[in-house]
């Protein structure tokens, strides 16, 4: 486990058995919260997982689903969480699915949980994955560094070499290429170097998109059942901040036209990629209302208070990850008191 892992699971058990998140919650909870999925798979068990934050399992999420009904939250479209922040009145507490890259699991695993329990939920579709042209360099890092003893590409002009010859040196590797890719200057650094790793390591990044990623007429099957909507996410998934103004204005408007093109419905909603500080701000959140999005979610975490009708396009979230599976942590983090301290109490992170 990554030390950033371990010190996150300190605060959030110290927050839960100390009891001190069930005196936040009555201050800190907001008026409810968008909660951030991206895969759903049976536990695939192997002992190298780096992207392990990135998929809960089916039971967890009926877990998740389950207990949300019983302590009478409310599971909402986006659509009625952007209803609600524009009233201004008091409601039941509520909650907002979303699911990131439109990844094939959804359709197989989660949606059948959904369908069971009634509720409503959002799949953000960078168009390009739906195409089987997408570029998912998280994913292509974790087969490369898998299947190799070691690792080299090209960064910036460098030469860059990592040792994966153990599951200590590939976990190791992983973050530390994940944190050169993620500091790359441009987006154009930052594919090169997936494309190079890919390359070397004999990795057919298209195949892996088709193998991962639903197609349009998955999208469409899932379109088609008026608990799903569809929302944008750009076409190639880009870190937005690493581009032009233009190219990522071109990235929200011609992914959500796929989308509307093909599934016959015009996006109201987007998510950013990645979506973290440094890949959403002021300049993409400006963009996204000029774009027309009724709302847009960021990766901050963060629950949602009246305040943020004033930030439509710069919506926190809390995720379920899938290195923390257990109830007890997505209470700490529905109270509101992670997102408070991380924020130094501020309601709304939109800077």
């Known amino acids: 486990m990554s030390d950033r892992r371990s010190v996150y699971r300190v605060g959030l058990e110290t927050l839960y058995f100390s009891g001190a998140h069930r005196l936040a919650r009555q201050f800190l909870a907001g008026d409810g919260a ?4 991206h895969r759903v798979r049976p536990a695939p068990g192997n002992a190298f997982q780096p992207n392990i934050g990135l998929e809960i399992t089916p039971e967890f999420l009926d877990e998740v689903l389950t207990s949300l009904r019983a302590e009478g939250v409310e599971i909402v479209t ?28 959804n359709l197989e695993y989660a949606w059948p949980v959904l369908k069971r329990h ?56 992983f973050g530390a290429v994940s944190d050169l890719i993620h500091d790359c200057g441009t987006e154009a650094e930052l594919r090169h170097a997936v494309r190079d790793i890919a390359g070397r390591c004999g990795i057919d990044m298209a195949a892996l998109c088709r193998d991962l990623c639903m197609d349009w007429d998955e999208l469409a099957t899932l379109a088609a059942d008026p608990l799903v909507t569809i929302g944008a996410h750009t076409v190639t998934h880009p870190i937005l901040t690493k581009v032009t103004a233009e190219e990522a ?42 774009a027309g999005f009724k ?19 710069a919506l926190p979230r809390v995720s379920v990850n899938g290195g923390f599976q257990k109830m007890r942590y997505l209470d700490v983090l529905l109270s509101g008191a992670p997102g408070a301290l991380l924020n130094r109490f501020r309601r709304v992170d939109a800077a």
């Open 34 to 37: 968008i909660l951030m999925f």
């Open 78 to 105: 986006l659509d009625e969480v952007h209803r609600r922040l524009m009233s201004g009145k008091p409601s039941r507490r509520f909650v907002a699915l979303t699911f990131d890259d439109g990844y094939r699991d």
């Open 118 to 173: 009634q509720a409503p939920f959002t799949i953000y579709v960078p168009s390009a994955f739906a195409e089987g042209r997408g570029e998912l360099w998280w994913v292509v890092l974790e087969v490369a560094i898998a299947q190799s003893a070691a690792i080299n590409f090209t960064l910036s002009g460098r030469e860059h070499v990592f040792d994966c010859a153990t599951l200590e040196a590939k976990q190791a590797a």
């Open 249 to 290: 204005r071109a990235e929200m408007l011609e992914g959500a036209r796929a989308i509307a093109a093909r599934l016959g419905r015009v996006p109201a909603h987007f998510a950013y990629p990645v979506g973290s500080p440094g890949a959403a701000g002021v300049r993409e959140f400006a963009l996204a209302a000029g």
């Open 295 to 313: 709302t847009a979610v960021t990766t901050r975490l963060g629950v949602l208070f009246p305040d943020h009708a004033q930030h439509l396009t």
